[in-house]
């Protein structure tokens, strides 16, 4: 799957009063080592229509701002949720965690000015790659720079980087 070339296409409508949004990709290959690609993008475009909706539904015209980490992890992908699942609830204020085992996690964030945190695994078999968006509003983008930081240091101890041998 090295260099493929997907193409994403976003439709955006009114319909009855309410906006559409479709989401198009094309480009996957028929051999079933997309399968967890596609898989993948399904799950991440669930969590990012839910940021979306947060943003129109309580954010509407106010400023926001966003960051991202990233660590590597080594064994099984169900292993490294619940360890990134720890870092989410241990590092941050929020009022629940919405659990989506063993891909992402996403949650409101106090902190953050009534921001999103938005958490996923990638991984095709052992070990892959976290991703984790932290998105901020309002006075919350003051806060967004420790926050990351915080972040940032509950990663690296619960994925410390594997040394090349």
Avoid: C
């Avoid at 051999?31 to 898989?39: F, P, T, V």
């Avoid at 947060?54 to 509407?60: D, G, I, K, L, R």
């Avoid at 609830?89 to 409101?108: D, G």
């Avoid at 990638?122 to 983008?141: H, K, N, P, V």
Wanted: hydrophobic share 40%; aromatic share 8%; proline share 4%.
């Amino acid at each position: 799957m090295r260099g493929f070339a997907v193409t994403t296409e976003f439709v955006v409508e009114a319909r009855g009063g309410r906006t559409v949004v479709r989401i198009v990709e094309s480009g996957f290959g028929p051999e079933a080592s997309w399968d967890d690609e596609i898989r993948s993008r399904e799950s991440g475009w669930a969590r990012y229509l839910e940021n979306l909706r947060h943003f129109v539904e309580n954010h509407p015209g106010e400023a926001a701002a966003a960051d991202y980490l990233y660590a590597t992890f080594t064994g099984a992908a169900a292993s490294a949720w619940d360890a990134l699942a720890t870092v989410v609830r241990t590092e941050l204020e929020v009022p629940s965690l919405e659990e989506h085992p063993s891909k992402t996690v996403a949650a409101r964030v106090p902190e953050l000015g009534d921001g999103r945190v938005l958490g996923s695994i990638e991984s095709t078999g052992e070990g892959g790659m976290i991703w984790l968006q932290l998105i901020a509003y309002s006075d919350g983008r003051e806060r967004l720079e420790a926050v990351r930081d915080r972040m940032r240091d509950g990663l690296a101890a619960a994925f410390p980087p594997v040394e090349a041998g």
